[in-house]
Every structure is written in structure tokens, then in C-alpha cells.
């Protein structure tokens, strides 16, 4: 079942000539799926969330929650979906308490439980101890955090999340993916979220759409994109003639990075033996080789440099 219907999303700014930031998409988010939004700077994803929450109206298209017309029913739908962002502002000379109790009271969320659940959240984020803070006051990474309070706070059947680890070291970006499984497991939230870390989406998302200049140029599991890049990295340890093996890699038009001992490659599986029959012809050694599979996030290189 879905949650979460777009049809036809357009967005265009005016201009000479005019600017289509998202260009007739389609897609549906399915009830407790994690999909991840993702793509290079400027492909529409943040201003496809902003339209999917009303922030920015669409120029034409669709978008229905739980079968029901977004436009037509907004603020009552509203209530069911959070959002989460590090570029949207929250009142900087109010604290984190007050920010928080006004926000779940705007969604009618009792007070008794709104509060345990703030102080639950706080205490998961780490920011507890800093309730009483001025959000002024804090840091990049704990607004990121406070940002994942608000969202969850209220229980939500949707969360769209934009860039939810921004800013966060990576023990903290660890504990926020399993936040975000825990939350689809024990309540069944759909979440919809963007990212730049390729990791943080392998892990966490169930499926992935990538955005190119407006458009969705893919719609598949992460690991199948992964298998979709044609090229692996070969990764050899030699005791000398590092410049020699690369010269062979320049002759073959393998790209290549060199670190005292070792190399790597960009290479074809395919095409792996018979380079390594080529090294050993020459004469050279090597103590370790290693076959790395591409990964998400070679296929997010490889789209957004317009490769295959």
C-alpha cells in the first residue's frame, strides 16, 4: 500500500528562459519503506520535499497521502507528516524546551505525553543536558539533532528527512540510521530522505531514486545499482616497479592512483586476468590483490559525471 503518491511533479521558476528545477516525476512511497531522494547539488531534491510538505507549490502534478488529495486536504494531512532539516530555522532566541512544547501543541499532541516523549528523544540525540539552551546557542550538529527530535516527536506515519546526519561526527550519524530503523520497525513510519552519504543509504534504505537535473534517471535497491557499474578497482601490493605497472594501466586507459606500494585501478572485471598476465609477463611481483566491488556510491559518481 502506499502512502505517498506523486504524479507529474513539476516545478519551474520564471525566467529567460525559464528554469525547471523538477521536470514531470513520478513515484510512491510504500507504507514503513525507507526511500531514499537522492542526486548531485541543484537536482531537486530539496525542492521536491518542499512541495511533498507545501513550503513550495508545485507548478503542476499530484501528490497524495494515503490516497488523499495533498492540495485539497492539506492540514489535516499535515498532521500525520514531520519534516526535518538543517535549512529551515526554528526561533533562536526561544530554548529547546520551548521551541519543542510549541511544536507538538501545534500538533495537538497531549502534553503529558509530548513531554516524555521530547525527553526520550533529547536523551537518544544526546542534547539533554542542553534543554534549557538557547538554539542560538548550539552547534551545527546538535541543531541536526534537535531538527530529529521535532520530526519524531509527534510519532508521524511519514517523515521526510533532508540530509538528517548533516554536520554529525560519525558515531552520531551511526545512531541516527538506527534510530531510523528502529522507528520504521516499532511504529511502521514511511520515511522518505535525502543524503549525501552513499553509506548511511545502503545500510538504511530500502530503495533509492537519484535525480539528474530535475529528472529520475533511476528507481532500484541500492545493491543493484552497486552491480550496475561496469567497473571494479583492482588493488595490487607490489615490492617495486609501482611505475611500471602503471605505465601498463596507462596503455590499457585504466585510470589509477598510486600510494608508495600500492595501486589501484579502475578496471573491468571482465578484463582483470588478463591485465594481471600482462604484470606477471613483465616480470613483476606482487604480495597482495584484492577485487573491490563497485559500491552505491560509485554509481552515484558515475551518474553524476554523465557516465553509465
Known amino acids: 500500500m502506499s502512502v505517498l503518491s506523486v504524479r507529474n511533479l513539476r516545478k519551474v521558476y520564471p525566467g529567460k528562459p525559464p528554469f525547471v528545477a523538477v521536470d514531470d516525476i513520478s513515484f510512491e512511497l510504500k507504507e514503513g ?103 542560538s546557542q548550539l552547534s551545527a550538529g546538535q541543531v541536526t539533532r534537535l531538527m530529529l527530535v521535532k520530526a519524531f516527536m509527534i510519532d508521524p506515519k511519514i517523515a521526510l528527512l533532508d540530509e538528517p546526519s548533516a554536520s554529525l561526527d560519525p558515531d552520531m550519524a551511526k545512531v541516527v540510521s538506527s534510530f531510523v530503523l528502529e522507528e520504521r520497525k516499532r511504529h511502521g513510519v514511511s520515511i522518505l530522505f535525502t543524503s549525501h552519504n552513499m553509506t548511511e543509504v545502503t545500510e538504511v534504505c530500502d530503495r533509492v531514486l537519484f535525480l539528474k537535473k530535475g529528472n529520475i534517471v533511476a528507481d532500484d535497491l541500492p545493491r543493484h545499482l552497486a552491480r550496475s557499474v561496469r567497473t571494479s578497482r583492482l588493488k595490487l601490493v607490489a615490492a617495486d616497479q609501482m611505475e611500471l605497472i602503471g605505465k601498463l594501466a596507462t596503455e590499457a586507459n585504466y585510470a589509477f592512483e598510486i600510494d608508495h606500494r600500492t595501486i589501484e585501478i579502475e578496471i573491468k572485471e571482465e578484463e582483470i586476468a588478463t591485465f594481471l598476465q600482462r604484470i606477471v609477463a613483465e616480470g613483476i611481483t606482487f604480495t597482495s590483490i584484492d577485487i573491490i566491488q563497485p559500491t552505491l556510491e560509485d554509481y552515484f559518481l558515475s551518474l553524476a559525471g554523465g557516465t553509465s
Open 33 to 135: 519503506e525507507i526511500l531514499g531522494l537522492l542526486g548531485p547539488n541543484g537536482a531537486g531534491k530539496t525542492t521536491t520535499i518542499q512541495m511533498l510538505m507545501s513550503t513550495l507549490t508545485p507548478t503542476s502534478g499530484e501528490i497524495h497521502y494515503f490516497g488523499r488529495d495533498f492540495a485539497r486536504h492539506r492540514s489535516e494531512l499535515l498532521k500525520h507528516i514531520a519534516f526535518a532539516s538543517t535549512y529551515v530555522s526554528l526561533p533562536a532566541n526561544l530554548t529547546i524546551e520551548q521551541n519543542l512544547e510549541i511544536f507538538g501543541r501545534l500538533y495537538g499532541v497531549p502534553l503529558k505525553r509530548l513531554r516524555l516523549r521530547r525527553d526520550e528523544l533529547l536523551e537518544r540525540f544526546g542534547i539533554y543536558s542542553k534543554r534549557r539552551s538557547r538554539v
